[in-house]
């Protein structure tokens, strides 16, 4: 019975968790939201979403995974006829640097076993400087966050539970992330050389 009462205990721990999770990333993409360009910004964000419309490369290495993101959204004119195709995709950068807001948000819960001090780090990351910046405009670089924190989760996962599942979910999102940016290479690099 004692086994009983731990497990309920630990899954009901794992649900409010989740919410946790969830309440994170409502908080960041809301916050990006208000704060986020709905035109195009200065630096590469203007090649960037001009390749993307027209299904193109932009600059090398060519941003794949960003070109296709940006092409799909900038077909949504029939659902979205009011809202820009800049607008759509710094919205989309927006919510993808709140996915690894959230998954830093995982990790830090993984590490500490307390929930506001994961809620602190995952804050903290999201709202530095640079983060910020790249998560309210229509650039790579917000992308790239977003696998920097899913990978950063897989590999804090992984030092707990050393199982196939999770490398093998760790290996595709670093597959994902490097065809959206190359840099994420040095980072997934030194873990990877670890297992």
Not at 13 to 28: A, E, P, S
Not at 53 to 71: D, K, N, Q, R, T
Not at 73 to 97: D, H, W
Not at 125 to 148: C, D, K, P, R
Request: glycine share 10%; charged share 10%; aromatic share 12%.
């Amino acid at each position: 019975r004692r086994t009983d009462g731990c497990r309920a205990s630990k899954t009901s721990g794992n649900l409010g968790h989740w919410g946790l999770t969830i309440m994170v990333l409502c908080f960041c993409t809301a916050i990006y939201w208000r704060t986020m360009y709905r035109t195009v910004m200065g630096g590469d964000s203007g090649e960037l979403m001009a390749a993307a419309c027209s299904f193109g490369s932009a600059h090398p290495p060519g941003y794949p995974l960003f070109m296709v993101i940006g092409f799909a959204l900038s077909k949504l004119n029939g659902i979205l006829p009011s809202v820009s195709i800049i607008a759509r995709m710094s919205a989309a950068c927006g919510f993808m640097t709140a996915i690894g807001a959230a998954a830093i948000f995982r990790s830090s819960l993984r590490i500490t076993r307390d929930p506001g001090c994961a809620a602190l780090s995952a804050c903290l990351y999201a709202f530095s400087g640079l983060i910020w910046q790249n998560a309210t405009q229509a650039e790579v670089f917000a992308i790239n966050n977003m696998f920097v924190g899913v990978v950063t989760h897989a590999v804090v996962k992984f030092a707990e539970q050393r199982t196939r599942k999770v490398a093998f979910w760790g290996a595709f999102m670093i597959g994902m992330g490097l065809l959206n940016q190359h840099t994420l290479v040095f980072f997934a690099a030194p873990p990877g050389s670890r297992v």
